[in-house]
């Protein structure tokens, strides 16, 4: 018989578990609790309850060509980062594509899942929704948890004496949309991270002042990297990756440091990071660096007190006449409908193992897709999760025993504590092209370059060294997608067409330039399989 899987929430996790669902043969339901798909690329301006929110200028951080499903390019004249209406726009596209929508049951909240009493031999599961004020129960196979985990604001208002004092206005991050409405006013956002950074830097443009408070700081990126492409298609290249992996931390960090270092120097800003031999996300802001040249944003240290008008810090200093504080301090994450026991924080680790089965389940028929942060683009992490998940659902794919999952969540939690540090914010971090090929190896995706590099050099040599993206795993395996040769070699054309609107008169040719092509391919080549063979 069809298995039938309950797949919970219509946004970019929802929409990839739908196609792979209906890829493998399965039978899914997808239960969206409000009118409409794209979860939090979906901009509102009212702030609804159990919905993530962004505000109306939120734009992607990785490119397009790093960030479309593997098997479903983004159009060539999307631009390469894309504002959340944009993006929005492809998720339509995408499920009217591939049918998905007669899936979906929209206005439909889930109130529980619960394990069927046979559920040690069925793996069954009862589903109680809610629609139009009528409950309803149907049992599932399967079930895959989308529900996302930037809902739930982290609001440690405990680490902020006096703040019930303060005269002023403040709320969490969540509730902001647009700057109107903030003009004249002195404004603390307090944290470090992209939304933090993006709101103060759009407030300032309103602002009388605009102070950002970090306890740690950050190291801040440009979308534009060398030759004015985008950043995440040179960094996530598998040449880069194992030049990493391969250096000794401290010239790793001393490289990366002097790398972020180029387009300015953070420690003349402020903003050099106080844990910088950590692996930390960085922020990615074009515009940072420049509004704090201006005076427009100032950086302050941690927060030590709130009075009724100012803030106190850390350093000593004060803050007078503050009128709003913007609290962008994070998530933290809950699945009201599931039993607390199934998945949970507990000293700062997610007890899943590789972030989306929980170990202790006699049958692997729940999944959290997404609820993870890598270090690149989630929109292909969470479409391979669920690619290995359906498999795993059907019986094509098995876990290993239990022990051996818990030993792994522990073994991969201490990595992630070296690598990204322990606090709140660092949960979910991974690595982005390990994790991609870890969830491709489980179902048969990776890509064979050594392979390759005797059948089809030239896809090789692009796999290797070029961006690591999703098409890399549509060439092989289950789920092969014929045109995924095609998308890995014309992906510079779609980043380019965007950008092309003023026509040019072509540049003569240089005549050495190809013989010094051919030589430079040689080299390559030869790089590349020296590389394989050390690794």
């Known amino acids: 018989?069809?298995?039938?899987?309950?797949?919970?929430?219509?946004?970019?996790?929802?929409?990839?578990?739908?196609?792979?669902?209906?890829?493998?043969?399965?039978?899914?339901?997808?239960?969206?609790?409000?009118?409409?798909?794209?979860?939090?690329?979906?901009f509102k301006?009212?702030?609804?309850?159990?919905?993530?929110?962004?505000?109306q200028s939120v734009i992607t951080n990785t490119s397009k060509e790093m960030s479309c499903f593997s098997d479903f390019p983004m159009p060539e004249d999307f631009p390469n980062f894309l504002h959340n209406s944009k993006l929005l726009e492809y998720f339509r596209i995408f499920a009217q594509k591939f049918d998905l929508l007669k899936y979906i049951q929209f206005k439909t909240t889930v109130l529980s899942v619960k394990r069927r009493p046979d559920f040690s031999s069925?793996?069954?599961?009862?589903?109680?929704?809610?629609?139009?004020?009528?409950?309803?129960?149907?049992?599932?196979?399967?079930?895959?948890?989308?529900?996302?985990?930037?809902?739930?604001?982290?609001?440690?208002?405990?680490?902020?004496?006096?703040?019930?004092?303060?005269?002023?206005?403040?709320?969490?991050?969540?509730?902001?949309?647009?700057?109107?409405?903030?003009?004249?006013?002195?404004?603390?956002?307090?944290?470090?991270?992209?939304?933090?950074?993006?709101?103060?830097?759009?407030?300032?443009?309103?602002?009388?002042?605009?102070?950002?408070?970090?306890?740690?700081?950050?190291?801040?990126?440009?979308?534009?990297?060398e030759d004015g492409y985008p950043w995440d298609g040179i960094y996530h290249t598998r040449f880069s990756d194992k030049i990493r992996s391969v250096l000794p931390r401290a010239v790793l960090k001393w490289m990366m440091e002097r790398q972020v270092n180029r387009w300015f120097n953070h420690e003349n800003y402020g903003l050099e990071p106080y844990n910088k031999y950590l692996l930390k996300e960085p922020i990615l802001n074009d515009d940072l660096p420049s509004r704090l040249l201006y005076g427009a944003v100032k950086v302050k240290s941690r927060v030590k007190e709130v009075t009724e008008t100012s803030a106190l810090f850390e350093d000593g200093t004060e803050e007078a006449a503050i009128d709003v504080i913007v609290f962008a301090t994070g998530y933290t994450f809950s699945f009201p409908f599931l039993e607390e026991s199934l998945v949970k924080v507990e000293n700062k680790m997610v007890s899943l193992y590789k972030y989306i089965f929980p170990p202790q389940l006699e049958k692997p028929t729940l999944a959290c897709i997404g609820l993870i942060q890598p270090l690149?683009?989630?929109?292909?992490?969470?479409?391979?999760?669920?690619?290995?998940?359906?498999?795993?659902?059907?019986?094509?794919?098995?876990?290993?025993?239990?022990?051996?999952?818990?030993?792994?969540?522990?073994?991969?939690?201490?990595?992630?504590?070296?690598?990204?540090?322990?606090?709140?914010?660092?949960?979910?971090?991974?690595?982005?092209?390990?994790?991609?090929?870890?969830?491709?190896?489980?179902?048969?995706?990776?890509?064979?370059?050594?392979?390759?590099?005797?059948?089809?050099?030239?896809?090789?040599?692009k796999l290797y060294f070029g961006p690591c993206n999703s098409y890399q795993y549509r060439l092989a395996g289950p789920g092969q997608w014929a045109g995924a040769r095609e998308a890995i070699l014309t992906q510079q054309q779609r980043l380019l067409k965007p950008l092309k609107t003023r026509v040019l008169k072509p540049a003569a040719r240089d005549p050495l330039a190809g013989l010094f092509k051919v030589l430079a391919l040689l080299a390559l080549g030869l790089a590349l399989c020296f590389q394989l063979e050390w690794s």
């Open 376 to 461: 690149g683009s989630i929109f292909p992490t969470v479409e391979l999760q669920a690619r290995w998940v359906t498999r795993v659902f059907k019986g094509l794919c098995e876990l290993p025993a239990a022990s051996v999952m818990n030993t792994d969540i522990i073994k991969r939690n201490e990595q992630r504590i070296d690598l990204f540090g322990n606090s709140q914010s660092q949960i979910l971090q991974t690595n982005y092209i390990d994790y991609l090929d870890e969830l491709a190896v489980e179902i048969g995706a990776r890509p064979d370059i050594l392979g390759l590099l005797w059948t089809d050099p030239w896809l090789a040599l």
């Open 1 to 42: 018989m069809v298995k039938k899987v309950a797949v919970i929430g219509a946004g970019v996790s929802g929409l990839a578990s739908l196609k792979c669902c209906v890829d493998e043969g399965l039978s899914p339901t997808c239960f969206e609790q409000t009118e409409d798909i794209g979860g939090l690329w979906r």
């Open 122 to 225: 069925s793996g069954q599961w009862e589903v109680v929704t809610v629609c139009n004020g009528q409950e309803q129960k149907a049992i599932f196979d399967a079930v895959m948890v989308c529900s996302g985990h930037h809902i739930l604001p982290y609001l440690p208002l405990d680490a902020f004496p006096g703040i019930e004092k303060f005269k002023g206005q403040y709320f969490h991050s969540r509730q902001y949309k647009r700057p109107e409405g903030f003009e004249g006013k002195r404004i603390l956002v307090v944290g470090i991270g992209n939304s933090a950074s993006d709101i103060a830097v759009e407030l300032s443009k309103k602002a009388a002042q605009v102070f950002i408070s970090t306890r740690h700081s950050s190291w801040v990126m440009s979308r534009i990297s």
């Open 45 to 55: 301006d009212k702030v609804e309850e159990g919905r993530a929110s962004i505000y």
